[in-house]
């Protein structure tokens, strides 16, 4: 397809500069319509759009910049180029002005010529650029206005679905309150009746009531189903988490569930391995799960058969399953299984009982409000496998809820209750220098040490690795006693040899206390009386200075060394640096040798020369792959090396090992 041909209007009163100006631009495929007075042009204008327009500032009838602001009236968007000769510079910038893209100065060898289709074709596509930014902004706009519309119709729909759920939730809350009076009434008076209290019973009145029994228990099942639910939906259950023995849990539960499963000729088979390690859960919530589960399995499983609950360990959780020889589920009920009220074909052959369609939808809200997940896998007429997974606990979940029990525990008795967090003074220079992993393996022998110490059945020691913090929390010790305590941990840590590998290495503890409630009333409190007590003691960190001109480099050095416990400071020229350096300090310098103003070659040189920093390391950084920089005079003493694209781990090890070096230590 032929390209748009490109129309240009020509002021020009010169008929010599018109004809050599056309044949310029028709050379690099323009047209152009040529007028000698302003007036003429102005007409045609009337009757034809133009892609451009040149013109020149003195016409005999019209001034140049008069017919600029008639153009720019009639169509703003025009582009309009001044055509001046010499001296007329200033006139051409008010034009500017008024709204001219450009304006070019003629030139008496015609040079202007060859500049004239350049900035032409600039200025169209400069326009067309605008013209696509103009009309995505306007797109954008009015998408922002259309999903802004949805939005609010979405909230507004929720608040509405919300509003019908807490009725609805309501309702079952109160039907629920309301049938569990009659029932209880009735459920008493059948006991009466069955004790033989009211009188003999014939064989038939002991059938009759055994039924009316087993109809009570059921009814009251599920009103038990509906107010759980009930209090799911309307977030009014509250989890009470402690440390939960997976072993112990499932033997508790199968031991509740043996009876119903030997009525039915069902064996029970716990595998579960007893090193397994445990969860931070609510142990009656999770019994509550396991219990719904073994019943389904052994009410939908004809005996004599076996009913098999596993636990196994996965990376970040626990997983638990309850497998059956049952009648299995049909594929298309699976997926709708742990909905509410859903009732399938899988019925007890011998009862035909069902539930109400809640037991599961309760074992999957309660499931997920303890962060996992539930599941199931059957076959028809072979059985099923309902799964469910814990996750493994948190550190920092555990102790602040061991927390909150020390402290409800001294409301309750009306004690005391104290914290003692535990700090290494040097732990960023030892996770500097040997890694996290290496640091990780000594704060293993600093806990053994500590629970020496302590020696407490009330007081319990949670590591957060991350901080490189300890917490030990005193049930019923006041202020003293923990203060105390601390110094004694102090002077056993300061005695006791401790080894990164075969290098012996100094550990000095710093401590801090807080007791509930003279100096704090929450576990939030007390965790910043401690932090503010510990950062005051605080070291320095380890400082490394990033000199690189490319702006994301730096960022991303920065961040990744930060995340490492480094302080960062940053320049982003060779002038930068230096200047820096007079008043901060480092003990690590990366620099990239490829930069503007001064290069790293020079750096180098200056930061060698200065008393203040021809001691401190520097890493070489940098995209030049030859190791000719040695030409240079750099020192081999005090040369490291490394390319780009580098790999972080490869630059952490070498920020590691020139620190290490700085310190005197090797590993």
């Not at 001034?63 to 153009?71: A, C, K, M, S, Y």
């Not at 320049?571 to 503007?596: K, N």
Request: aromatic residues 6%; charged residues 30%.
């Amino acid at each position: 397809m032929a390209a748009t041909p490109l129309w240009v209007l020509l002021f020009e009163d010169d008929e010599g500069q018109g004809i050599l100006t056309k044949e310029a631009l028709e050379q690099e495929g323009f047209l152009i319509d040529i007028y000698q007075t302003g007036r003429a042009g102005l007409d045609r204008l009337l009757q034809k759009d133009y892609h451009a327009y040149l013109i020149d500032m003195k016409l005999p009838d019209i001034q140049g910049v008069e017919i600029l602001r008639r153009i720019m009236t009639m169509k703003p968007d025009a582009m309009c180029i001044i055509v001046t000769g010499h001296g007329d510079e200033v006139a051409a910038v008010e034009a500017m002005k008024l709204g001219a893209y450009d304006y070019i100065v003629k030139s008496p060898y015609m040079g202007h010529l060859a500049a004239l289709p350049l900035v032409i074709r600039e200025g169209l596509e400069r326009r067309h650029l605008k013209d696509e930014r103009e009309q995505l902004q306007t797109e954008l706009w009015e998408h922002a206005r259309l999903l802004e519309e949805r939005n609010a119709e979405l909230r507004r729909a929720n608040e509405e679905l919300k509003r019908v759920d807490q009725m609805k939730s309501d309702l079952v809350s109160m039907v629920s309150h309301e049938l569990r009076t009659p029932l209880a009434t009735i459920k008493e008076f059948t006991a009466i009746l069955s004790d033989r209290i009211a009188g003999p019973l014939t064989q038939d009145q002991r059938e009759y009531l055994s039924i009316i029994t087993g109809n009570v228990d059921r009814l009251s099942r599920i009103i038990d189903d509906l107010l759980d639910m009930a209090k799911i939906e309307a977030g009014r259950v509250l989890l009470s988490r402690g440390f939960v023995e997976p072993l112990a849990m499932v033997d508790q539960v199968v031991q509740s569930m043996q009876p119903l499963a030997e009525g039915k000729q069902l064996t029970l088979d716990v595998k579960v391995p007893a090193g397994l390690p445990g969860v931070f859960a609510d142990s009656d919530k999770i019994a509550q799960v396991l219990t719904n589960l073994i019943g389904n399995a052994v009410k939908f499983t004809e005996g004599p058969g076996t009913i098999t609950i596993r636990a196994v360990e996965q990376p970040n959780e626990l997983e638990f399953h309850v497998e059956d020889t049952g009648v299995g589920i049909a594929p298309e009920d699976l997926p709708k299984l742990f909905e509410k009220f859903q009732q399938f074909r899988r019925m007890n052959k011998s009862t035909g009982a069902k539930g109400t369609g809640l037991g599961l939808a309760i074992c999957k809200r309660l499931i997920e409000l303890h962060g996992g997940r539930i599941w199931a896998t059957s076959t028809v007429a072979q059985g099923s496998i309902f799964s469910f997974t814990l996750p493994k606990y948190q550190v920092e979940e555990v102790f602040r809820e061991y927390i909150k029990t020390c402290i409800e525990q001294a409301k309750r008795k009306q004690t005391r209750c104290s914290i003692i967090v535990a700090a290494l003074s040097n732990f960023q220079e030892l996770k500097a220098l040997y890694g996290l992993e290496e640091t990780s393996r000594l704060f293993k022998q600093l806990e053994m040490a500590l629970r020496e110490t302590v020696r407490r059945g009330a007081g319990d020691i949670v590591v957060r690795w991350q901080r490189g913090e300890m917490v030990i929390i005193l049930a019923e010790v006041d202020r003293g006693g923990a203060q105390t305590i601390a110094e004694r941990m102090k002077h056993v840590v300061a005695e006791k040899p401790f080894h990164i590998g075969a290098q012996s290495v100094d550990v000095s503890l710093v401590t801090a206390t807080a007791t509930y409630p003279d100096e704090a009333r929450s576990e939030d409190e007390l965790l910043r009386a401690t932090e503010r007590q510990l950062h005051e003691q605080d070291k320095p960190k380890m400082r490394v200075m990033v000199i690189d001109d490319e702006p994301k480099i730096r960022q991303f050095l920065k961040d990744a060394l930060e995340l490492r416990e480094y302080d960062v400071l940053t320049a982003a020229s060779g002038p930068d640096a230096l200047e820096q350096l007079r008043s901060h300090p480092v003990d690590l310098i990366l620099l990239d040798l490829m930069m503007p103003v001064m290069d790293g070659y020079e750096v180098y040189h200056l930061l060698k020369e200065d008393p203040l920093t021809k001691d401190v390391p520097v890493i070489i950084v940098t995209a030049k792959g030859e190791r000719k920089d040695r030409q240079l005079g750099m020192e081999q003493a005090t040369y490291n090396y490394i390319s780009k694209p580098f790999q972080l781990e490869d630059l952490l090890a070498k920020v590691r090992e020139v620190l290490l070096q700085r310190q005197g230590v090797r590993r």
